[in-house]
Nanobody
Framework: VQLVESGGGLVQPGGSLRLSCVAS????????MSWYRQAPGKERELVAA????????NYADSVKGRFTISRDNAKTTVSLQMNSLKPEDTAAYYC?????????????WGQGTQVTVSS
């Protein structure tokens, strides 16, 4: 099982980035997929989530209207489009896959990709 993120980097305030997470070793369509972030000295927080069934999404209040999560189950990829980036969006971003089945939770994390928003 592997989740590999890419697309992070340095961007100026107001700019955009698109993060990608490629999954392997499990059936992406069965899992809830999320993006989390963690800034230095802060706890990891949920940024955006996409449920396996129905494809509903939810977002942290701080990114609503700016970030969009999408998934392509055929390509086993989950993306996070980030627009109007702010310095406070600076963090390591992590892809997460989660499945609750028969009382057990199966959860996987990627290694993270750094996003830095600075002029």
């Amino acid at each position: 099982v592997q989740l590999v993120e890419s697309g992070g980097g340095l961007v100026q305030p107001g700019g955009s980035l698109r993060l990608s997470c490629v999954a392997s070793g499990f059936t992406l369509s069965s899992y809830d997929m999320s993006w989390y972030r963690q800034a230095p000295g802060k706890e990891r927080e949920l940024v955006a989530a996409s449920t396996s069934a129905g494809g509903s999404t939810n977002y942290a209040d701080s990114v609503k209207g700016r970030f969009t999560i999408s998934r392509d189950n055929a390509k086993t990829t989950v993306s996070l489009q980030m627009n109007s980036l702010k310095p406070e969006d600076t963090a390591a971003y992590y892809c997460n896959a989660r499945l609750r089945l028969s009382g057990r939770v199966y959860e996987y994390w990627g290694q993270g990709t750094q996003v830095t928003v600075s002029s």
